[in-house]
């Protein structure tokens, strides 16, 4: 007997914590094309050893992509769609594109209790995903209204929980914030755009991926050209340390910096550098080392920043970036710089842990082209 074949299309929405489960949603026009694309294209690689069937299926293929280019009005598009809806499989068989891709993002949870957990799982992994987004875009309501709506949901009960979230997902919000992802992500590729096969706009959702893949290389070797840093893959080490924030090197205490200014200069060359390398939104932290792995740092957002939440005085989110610096013992063994390494030598600490952080941030500014201000050069004496 073969082995059945799966769906190789990620579902929408589903978290990279939560299994297969995933918002069932309408998607915006554009986007639903896309989806048909996508699938029709996974039909084509299964059914690649039968002519008739992939060749009728390349015909609805290029099909579907002229109705994306269409300039024809919503309702005669859809029309034009549900007419492609049908896909012949040969044998009389026949599949619709929309009952497959809802079969796709089916949740495969065993229990009530898997779906309660899971769930909790998924609403915070997008609560991280929108914060990360707000700080994009601070203005934007609707991002703001789904947050808001996010938050609401605490139920535990499976029979109260499931209609909310069901209602949640019917929700414009949900769409608008898949549509800001999108933008932020077509956005990370667009400096590369040059570099790429296809224009970006017109990628299909697994070109975009390899698109995407292809730019998160292409970035790693211009750093290790541009400077001595490079980017550390492995990032499994390093979880247990980006659950608190660094109690020194972060974007909510000045001690370190010397002064609001510098800090919020931290803040900026933070926010910037995390954008410029982390793609998946999923990214709370990177971790950078030395060619010659004298220092390792892991920076972002650590996990008691999104419990935390800052909010600034004119109300806008704010979420604290922090900054770990470590030496490498041994293999996959690292050890956080601390006070207490210094024995509870302040000067000692603080003027070692400066000289640990200057390289850092020199190649910071010059991964995300910008010039690092006097002050904060001036800043970095203030402990010798």
Request: glycine share 4%; aromatic share 8%; net charge negative.
């Amino acid at each position: 007997m073969t082995e059945e074949k799966k769906p190789a299309v990620r579902p929408q929405f589903a978290s990279s914590t939560a299994g297969t489960l995933a918002f069932e949603v309408n998607l915006p026009l554009e986007t639903e094309i896309r989806s048909c694309i996508e699938l029709v294209a996974q039909l084509r690689k299964d059914y690649e050893g039968q002519t008739n069937i992939a060749e009728g299926l390349e015909g609805i293929e290029n099909e579907l992509r002229e109705l994306r280019a269409s300039k024809n009005s919503e309702e005669e598009i859809r029309a034009s769609l549900e007419s492609l809806m049908e896909v012949s499989l040969g044998e009389g068989k026949t599949i619709r594109l929309d009952a497959f891709r809802q079969s796709a993002a089916k949740s495969s949870l065993k229990s009530e209790e898997d779906y309660v957990t899971q769930v909790g799982k998924m609403l915070r992994n997008t609560r991280n995903n929108v914060a990360m987004l707000m700080l994009q875009d601070q203005g934007d309501e609707v991002l703001t209204g789904f947050m808001r709506n996010l938050e609401s949901i605490t139920e535990t009960d499976y029979k109260t929980l499931k209609p909310l979230m069901s209602h949640l997902a019917k929700s414009p919000e949900l769409s608008h914030y898949n549509e800001k992802k999108q933008l932020f992500l077509a956005d990370w590729l667009r400096p590369f755009q040059d570099m790429l096969d296809l224009p970006i706009d017109q990628m299909t959702e697994e070109e975009f991926q390899e698109a995407l893949k292809k730019v998160e290389d292409l970035r790693n070797n211009k750093l290790e050209e541009m400077t001595h840093m490079m980017v550390e893959t492995d990032r499994k080490p390093f979880y247990r340390h980006n659950r608190t924030m660094s109690a020194l090197i972060n974007g909510k205490d000045d001690t370190f910096w010397g002064g609001p200014e510098v800090r919020d200069e931290f803040l900026d060359l933070m926010n910037r550098l995390i954008t410029r390398f982390s793609f998946s939104l999923e990214d709370r932290f990177l971790i950078f080392r030395t060619k010659e792995r004298g220092f390792t740092y892991l920076f972002g957002f650590a996990d008691e920043a999104f419990d935390e939440g800052l909010t600034t005085a004119d109300g806008k989110l704010s979420l604290c970036p922090h900054l770990k610096v470590f030496l490498q013992l041994r293999e996959e063994e690292y050890s956080e710089l601390t006070l207490e390494m210094y024995n509870r030598n302040a000067k000692a600490y603080y003027s070692s842990l400066k000289t640990a952080v200057v390289p850092f941030l020199q190649s910071a500014a010059t991964m995300v082209e910008t010039e690092l201000s006097e002050d904060i050069k001036r800043a970095f004496d203030m402990w010798m």
